[in-house]
């Protein structure tokens, strides 16, 4: 996973805050997570 603001690689779904800018993580993650289940949802749908 990535921090959307400075491209840094994150190193675990736990972390609060980016290690390189500082911003904090939590929506950034949810908003990653959204968009994975999105995206399987929409897959299931397409392959049915």
């Known amino acids: 996973m990535f ?3 400075c ?3 994150l190193q ?3 972390q609060e805050f980016c290690h390189k ?3 904090p993580l939590r929506m950034e ?3 990653f997570l ?5 995206h399987d ?3 299931n749908v397409v392959n049915l």
């Open 7 to 9: 491209g840094a690689v």
């Open 41 to 43: 949802i929409v897959g």
């Open 21 to 23: 800018c500082g911003i």
């Open 34 to 38: 959204q968009s994975i289940y999105s």
């Open 3 to 5: 921090c959307e603001n």
């Open 12 to 14: 675990g779904l736990n």
């Open 29 to 31: 993650i949810k908003r």
